[in-house]
Protein backbone atom coordinates (compact mmCIF):
# COMPACT_ATOMS: atom_id res chain seq x y z
CA UNK A 1 0.00 0.00 0.00
CA UNK A 2 2.54 2.16 0.88
CA UNK A 3 4.57 1.87 -2.18
CA UNK A 4 1.52 2.90 -4.33
CA UNK A 5 0.86 5.62 -2.38
CA UNK A 6 4.52 6.62 -3.09
CA UNK A 7 4.12 6.10 -6.73
CA UNK A 8 1.15 8.04 -7.20
CA UNK A 9 2.70 11.12 -5.40
CA UNK A 10 6.01 10.59 -7.66
CA UNK A 11 3.84 10.90 -10.80
CA UNK A 12 1.65 13.66 -9.67
CA UNK A 13 4.84 15.63 -8.79
CA UNK A 14 5.96 14.66 -12.15
CA UNK A 15 2.58 15.82 -13.85
CA UNK A 16 3.25 19.16 -12.11
CA UNK A 17 6.38 19.88 -12.71
CA UNK A 18 5.47 18.77 -16.67
CA UNK A 19 2.59 21.34 -17.16
CA UNK A 20 4.43 24.20 -15.19
CA UNK A 21 7.89 24.30 -16.92
CA UNK A 22 6.42 23.23 -20.65
CA UNK A 23 6.96 26.13 -22.31
CA UNK A 24 4.43 24.66 -25.28
CA UNK A 25 1.64 24.06 -22.59
CA UNK A 26 -0.60 26.93 -22.81
CA UNK A 27 -0.57 29.49 -25.62
CA UNK A 28 -1.93 32.93 -24.88
CA UNK A 29 -3.43 35.81 -27.18
CA UNK A 30 0.15 37.32 -27.20
CA UNK A 31 2.00 34.27 -28.71
CA UNK A 32 4.56 35.13 -31.50
CA UNK A 33 6.48 32.54 -33.46
CA UNK A 34 9.88 32.11 -31.79
CA UNK A 35 12.37 33.35 -34.58
CA UNK A 36 10.20 36.00 -35.91
CA UNK A 37 12.29 38.60 -34.33
CA UNK A 38 15.50 38.01 -36.80
CA UNK A 39 13.39 38.07 -40.19
CA UNK A 40 14.29 40.65 -42.62
CA UNK A 41 11.81 42.40 -44.51
CA UNK A 42 10.00 40.59 -47.46
CA UNK A 43 11.02 42.30 -51.09
CA UNK A 44 8.71 40.86 -53.21
CA UNK A 45 10.34 41.53 -56.56
CA UNK A 46 13.18 39.84 -55.14
CA UNK A 47 12.00 36.95 -54.02
CA UNK A 48 10.18 36.27 -57.11
CA UNK A 49 13.69 36.61 -59.19
CA UNK A 50 15.26 34.52 -56.70
CA UNK A 51 12.40 31.95 -57.30
CA UNK A 52 13.22 32.84 -61.29
CA UNK A 53 16.81 32.30 -60.95
CA UNK A 54 17.57 30.33 -58.07
CA UNK A 55 17.49 26.20 -57.86
CA UNK A 56 14.36 26.16 -55.62
CA UNK A 57 12.92 23.04 -53.64
CA UNK A 58 9.21 21.94 -54.04
CA UNK A 59 8.17 23.25 -50.79
CA UNK A 60 9.21 27.32 -51.97
CA UNK A 61 7.15 29.71 -54.32
CA UNK A 62 3.75 31.41 -53.68
CA UNK A 63 0.80 29.51 -51.98
CA UNK A 64 -2.77 30.49 -51.52
CA UNK A 65 -3.52 29.13 -48.13
CA UNK A 66 -7.07 27.70 -48.18
CA UNK A 67 -8.48 27.59 -44.69
CA UNK A 68 -12.47 27.12 -43.43
CA UNK A 69 -12.28 30.92 -43.17
CA UNK A 70 -8.97 31.59 -44.50
CA UNK A 71 -7.94 32.13 -48.10
CA UNK A 72 -4.49 34.43 -48.74
CA UNK A 73 -1.72 34.39 -50.28
CA UNK A 74 1.54 33.42 -48.94
CA UNK A 75 5.20 32.88 -49.46
CA UNK A 76 7.72 30.17 -48.17
CA UNK A 77 11.45 30.56 -48.75
CA UNK A 78 14.59 28.19 -47.70
CA UNK A 79 16.04 29.43 -44.45
CA UNK A 80 18.10 27.16 -42.07
CA UNK A 81 17.45 27.87 -38.13
CA UNK A 82 17.76 26.00 -35.12
CA UNK A 83 15.63 27.33 -32.30
CA UNK A 84 13.56 25.76 -29.32
CA UNK A 85 15.36 22.50 -30.19
CA UNK A 86 13.87 22.31 -33.50
CA UNK A 87 15.33 22.55 -36.82
CA UNK A 88 13.08 25.21 -39.26
CA UNK A 89 13.63 24.69 -43.25
CA UNK A 90 11.17 27.06 -44.29
CA UNK A 91 9.47 30.08 -43.60
CA UNK A 92 6.01 30.95 -44.26
CA UNK A 93 5.55 34.71 -44.92
CA UNK A 94 2.71 37.21 -45.62
CA UNK A 95 2.06 37.91 -49.24
CA UNK A 96 0.15 41.05 -48.87
CA UNK A 97 -1.98 42.34 -46.14
CA UNK A 98 -5.42 41.17 -45.19
CA UNK A 99 -7.51 41.87 -41.88
CA UNK A 100 -9.80 39.45 -40.69
CA UNK A 101 -12.24 39.76 -37.53
CA UNK A 102 -11.70 40.15 -34.01
CA UNK A 103 -9.34 42.96 -34.93
CA UNK A 104 -6.77 40.29 -36.62
CA UNK A 105 -4.63 41.67 -39.27
CA UNK A 106 -1.51 40.13 -40.79
CA UNK A 107 1.13 42.59 -42.69
CA UNK A 108 2.50 42.05 -45.58
CA UNK A 109 5.74 40.02 -45.42
CA UNK A 110 4.84 39.09 -41.55
CA UNK A 111 5.94 35.98 -39.94
CA UNK A 112 3.14 33.26 -40.33
CA UNK A 113 4.72 30.24 -39.42
CA UNK A 114 7.53 27.64 -39.92
CA UNK A 115 8.02 24.44 -41.41
CA UNK A 116 10.15 21.69 -39.80
CA UNK A 117 11.95 18.75 -40.98
CA UNK A 118 9.60 16.04 -41.29
CA UNK A 119 9.97 12.15 -41.21
CA UNK A 120 9.71 11.37 -44.75
CA UNK A 121 10.84 13.37 -47.85
CA UNK A 122 7.27 15.27 -48.90
CA UNK A 123 6.35 16.03 -45.28
CA UNK A 124 7.03 18.68 -42.99
CA UNK A 125 5.76 19.94 -39.59
CA UNK A 126 4.20 23.07 -39.91
CA UNK A 127 3.10 25.72 -37.21
CA UNK A 128 0.72 28.77 -38.10
CA UNK A 129 0.12 31.71 -36.04
CA UNK A 130 -3.42 31.69 -34.45
CA UNK A 131 -6.41 32.43 -36.56
CA UNK A 132 -4.85 31.15 -40.13
CA UNK A 133 -6.49 27.38 -39.63
CA UNK A 134 -8.38 27.30 -36.27
CA UNK A 135 -10.06 30.99 -35.02
CA UNK A 136 -8.02 31.16 -31.02
CA UNK A 137 -5.42 28.19 -32.07
CA UNK A 138 -1.84 27.62 -33.28
CA UNK A 139 -2.01 25.08 -36.08
CA UNK A 140 1.28 23.04 -35.24
CA UNK A 141 1.17 19.05 -37.38
CA UNK A 142 2.39 17.23 -39.96
CA UNK A 143 1.62 18.81 -43.69
CA UNK A 144 2.41 16.94 -46.95
CA UNK A 145 2.82 17.71 -50.80
CA UNK A 146 0.89 15.63 -53.04
CA UNK A 147 1.98 13.69 -56.11
CA UNK A 148 1.89 16.28 -58.33
CA UNK A 149 3.85 18.82 -56.29
CA UNK A 150 1.05 21.59 -56.76
CA UNK A 151 -0.26 20.98 -53.93
CA UNK A 152 0.45 20.71 -49.85
CA UNK A 153 -1.87 18.70 -47.85
CA UNK A 154 -3.30 20.01 -44.33
CA UNK A 155 -4.35 17.00 -41.74
CA UNK A 156 -5.84 19.19 -39.56
CA UNK A 157 -7.51 16.27 -37.37
CA UNK A 158 -11.62 17.48 -37.59
CA UNK A 159 -13.93 16.29 -39.74
CA UNK A 160 -16.22 19.31 -39.38
CA UNK A 161 -13.64 21.94 -41.01
CA UNK A 162 -13.79 21.31 -44.76
CA UNK A 163 -10.64 21.28 -47.00
CA UNK A 164 -7.43 22.99 -45.89
CA UNK A 165 -4.52 23.02 -47.76
CA UNK A 166 -1.97 25.15 -50.01
CA UNK A 167 -2.04 25.23 -53.88
CA UNK A 168 1.01 26.55 -55.69
CA UNK A 169 0.48 29.90 -57.38
CA UNK A 170 4.54 30.22 -58.85
CA UNK A 171 6.45 28.81 -59.89
CA UNK A 172 4.41 26.64 -62.40
CA UNK A 173 6.13 23.16 -62.41
CA UNK A 174 6.39 22.09 -66.53
CA UNK A 175 4.80 19.14 -67.74
CA UNK A 176 8.16 17.93 -69.00
CA UNK A 177 9.69 17.97 -65.21
CA UNK A 178 10.42 15.32 -63.54
CA UNK A 179 9.55 15.00 -59.29
CA UNK A 180 13.12 16.36 -58.51
CA UNK A 181 13.57 17.60 -54.66
CA UNK A 182 15.31 20.92 -56.40
CA UNK A 183 14.57 22.36 -59.52
CA UNK A 184 17.39 23.63 -61.59
CA UNK A 185 16.97 26.27 -64.37
Keep these: MRRGVTYFFAGAVMLLLWVCCSPYYGVTKGYRLPV ?3 TPPLDRDKFL ?3 DTAAVDDWEGLWLLVGPDTHCFVAIER ?3 MSHNVYYSHRIRMWSSISYTDNLL ?3 GEVL ?4 QGLYEDTKNMTLQMGLIFKHEIYKGVIQL ?14 NIGDTGMRRIYPIRSVEERDYKVRYL
Design 36 to 38: AET
Design 106 to 108: FEQ
Design 49 to 51: AYI
Design 113 to 116: GYLG
Design 146 to 159: DKSRKHIIIDTGRD
Design 79 to 81: MND
